[in-house]
């Protein structure tokens, strides 16, 4: 006796029994909701949070009044997104060539870019952006300033390289490069995971129909670790967003540098740090969704694929 195994029709539903559509409801979503929406009438209805949520965000309560509209300017949240993004595309260029290096076959490149992600990702980052803003970057400055000065000898330019000094660097800037050489060796992993991932079959196939290494690299392999690679991509740059944070410490006027700000000068550590903690969630977890979106576009999309 043969047993038939019994798949649910196009119309029939699918929840298995005992289980309702309500308990199926994304209730921590609906919560997470319901608590913005609090957030945001709380900050329009309290004077006190107004005025600590457009300190955060970079803008003068009287400006708005003066200006309406015109007078909003986000420079907090301008300024917290632009030392995540510029530090991110510095973290992915860093990322694919040391991600590279991973996967050489040249031991002397496998070694370099070893060391590299053994030796960031051991530094917590904080200690890291902290060391590359108060202890390499004057070194650096300083074998500059003595290249310049041997320019100056030997071809007779290279003024500014002599006169070069740490006060010219913006401390955003020192920011960005910190977060992206501390990122850049997580994106090397994420390079290196999704080369491998890609089955041995691939590369072999390239060779036999005369594809050199790079050829097999650049045509075949690289195209299907991008779609791998790209999920792992979206959790980091939401990491980074938190992780921004930590350039307060070198004195950018970032969202949490402002809250420090407006909290010692109106001593409301509570409301301040409240909206601080609002604006970061809004922040991820939109970012989260739309990973999670694109995450389930690209499955939908492979497995379409693997069906024609």
């Not at 006169?163 to 992993?189: C, K, N, Q």
């Not at 980074?240 to 307060?248: E, F, G, P, R």
Request: with cysteine; net charge neutral; hydrophobic share 50%.
């Amino acid at each position: 006796m043969t047993t038939k195994e019994i798949t649910p029709s196009s119309g029939e539903s699918r929840i298995a029994p005992g289980s309702s559509r309500l308990a199926d409801l994304p209730w921590w979503l609906i919560a997470a909701i319901g608590l913005g929406l609090f957030t945001v009438y709380y900050i329009y209805s309290n004077a006190d949070a107004a005025g600590a949520f457009w300190f955060l965000v970079g803008t003068r309560p009287s400006d708005i009044a003066e200006l309406g509209l015109a007078g909003i300017a986000f420079k907090g949240i301008t300024v917290t997104l632009t030392v995540c993004i510029s530090a991110y595309i510095l973290a992915m260029t860093i990322g694919v060539f040391v991600g590279l290096g991973r996967v050489s076959e040249n031991r002397g490149l496998y070694n370099l870019a070893t060391f590299y992600v053994e030796i960031v990702r051991g530094i917590p980052m904080l200690v890291l952006l902290a060391y590359i803003a108060f202890a390499l970057l004057p070194m650096t400055i300083t074998g500059l300033n003595s290249l310049g000065e041997l320019m100056m000898e030997s071809f007779g330019f290279g003024e500014w390289l002599a006169g070069l000094s740490t006060r010219d660097v913006p401390d955003v800037w020192r920011g960005v490069v910190g977060l992206g050489i501390g990122y850049g060796a997580f994106s090397a992993e994420i390079v290196r995971a999704g080369i491998e991932s890609v089955e041995r079959g691939q590369w072999e196939a390239a060779q036999a129909v005369g594809m050199t290494r790079f050829q097999t690299l650049r045509f075949i392999v690289l195209p299907q670790a991008l779609r791998r690679m790209a999920p792992a991509y979206g959790n980091d740059f939401v990491a980074m967003i938190k992780d921004s944070a930590l350039v307060s410490v070198l004195g950018v006027r970032d969202m949490t540098q402002s809250a420090r700000l407006h909290s010692a000068s109106s001593f409301q550590f509570f409301l301040t740090y409240s909206i601080l903690t609002f604006l970061y969630l809004l922040l991820t977890i939109s970012l989260t969704r739309l990973v999670r979106y694109i995450e389930r576009r690209n499955t939908t999309d492979s497995r379409a694929k693997q069906h024609m």
